[in-house]
């Protein structure tokens, strides 16, 4: 049995569990506020790996079968026919993202680090566009309180 075939009768069909698509790197606050709608959305995540964004998300394609075959592979789109086991999660350890964010915690913890960062090194003060709301709102929320 050759390693392809090995690769194959293992396979668990990940590659065909989700959808990952090349992102912009965020760079300012707005950016990262997009991020925190993308994780909001059940199912869906960023990462960044060897140097580049993805947004993902996490759905079985239709033509999975049970056994995680393709029901459609003599007719399967391009994009399936090019993936290889040379370029498959199950045979190559370089399918390791360096930043995973989940959640909206995770956006914000990871933003706030990045601009601090650019902060120090000359960037610009961004301050995120949804602490300005929660002050505002928080502020609001005392005065209405305290009357």
Known sequence: MSK????????????????????????????????????????????????????????????????????????????????TTHNCEMSNDDFAWDIRLETIKDVEDFARLALRNRKTRGGDDYDPPWEKRARKHNAKAARKKAK
């Not at 199912?43 to 239709?62: A, L, N, P």
């Open 4 to 83: 392809t075939e090995d690769l194959c009768s293992k396979c668990d069909g990940l590659c065909c569990k989700y959808v990952a698509i090349e992102i912009d790197e965020p760079e300012d606050a707005d950016d990262f506020d997009t991020l925190r709608w993308y994780v909001s959305h059940e199912g869906c995540s960023v990462y960044r790996e060897e140097g580049k964004w993805y947004f993902e998300v996490v759905t079985r394609c239709e033509h999975l079968l049970e056994n995680n075959r393709c029901a459609i592979y003599p007719r399967r789109p391009n994009i399936c026919f090019d993936h």
